[in-house]
């Protein structure tokens, strides 16, 4: 009989770290389908450790109770709270500033925390909230923002690049903008520097539609009369 519970258990210890491994599985094949740094080995790694050790933290509260003299009251998922903070300074590591101040990696970051939480959601044994949580987040990374893009919606439906172009005489800076602006892209911000060789930096945050590649947008700018150099960054 104890033979037949001890089976039982490991069964059930076995089908909870398949789950885990098939949902976060299915977390890190989107972001590798992405290149992104969090891909298919680190989903699977957290997803299945983050399983184990609430399996450990829930078992271990029941198979150690105390003793006769002392009685010792264990939280069952104590090292499910610590996997929930810890997770973060790994997360952290993929968030990245660029040298123009935007921030990417935060998508990943949460995937990452994410894929911690499905694995503790499968260890402590809800299957269904573990699966239906799965499949949220690849809805809400994969179809959400193509939905929205159909809205309309200008800037849901464009790409935020950076233009630093050299100019050898100020006076067709105003000119150039207005080229730039003719050929749909939008100009949210201008900066203008003096260089000490004599040229003007003119440093502009601009959008343009997703669907135009970078090396599109760069071809049709860098063809604009008056621009001794051209350099886009997005």
Do not use: H
């Not at 933290?57 to 003299?69: D, K, R």
């Not at 123009?100 to 959601?121: F, K, N, R």
């Not at 260890?123 to 929205?148: D, H, K, Q």
Request: glycine share 8%.
């Amino acid at each position: 009989m104890i033979e037949t519970m001890l089976n039982s258990i490991d069964m059930d210890i076995l089908m909870k770290l398949l789950i885990s491994a098939v949902l976060g599985l299915t977390i890190g094949l989107e972001r590798e389908l992405k290149r992104k740094p969090f891909g298919l080995k680190t989903s699977l790694v957290i997803s299945i450790v983050s399983c184990l050790l609430t399996i450990v933290s829930i078992e271990s509260a029941y198979l150690f109770p105390g003793s006769e003299f002392i009685n010792i009251q264990m939280d069952p998922l104590r090292l499910a709270a610590q996997i929930v903070s810890g997770i973060g300074f790994l997360g952290a590591g993929v968030i990245l500033r660029r040298e123009d101040d935007t921030i990417t990696g935060l998508t990943t970051a949460a995937m990452v925390w994410g894929a911690a939480g499905i694995g503790i959601a499968t260890g402590a044994g809800f299957y269904v909230a573990a699966i239906m949580g799965a499949v949220l987040i690849i809805i809400s990374v994969e179809l959400i923002p193509f939905l929205i893009s159909l809205l309309g919606f200008w800037k849901l439906r464009s790409k935020e690049l950076t233009l630093r172009l050299i100019l050898k005489n100020r006076e067709f800076i105003g000119e150039v903008i207005n080229k730039i602006e003719e050929d749909n892209i939008k100009i949210e911000n201008v900066r203008i520097k003096d260089l000490r060789d004599g040229s003007y930096l003119v440093d502009l945050k601009v959008r343009a539609n997703y669907k135009k590649s970078t090396p599109d947008i760069y071809y049709g700018v860098s063809k604009i009369d008056n621009i001794y150099s051209t350099e886009i960054d997005g």
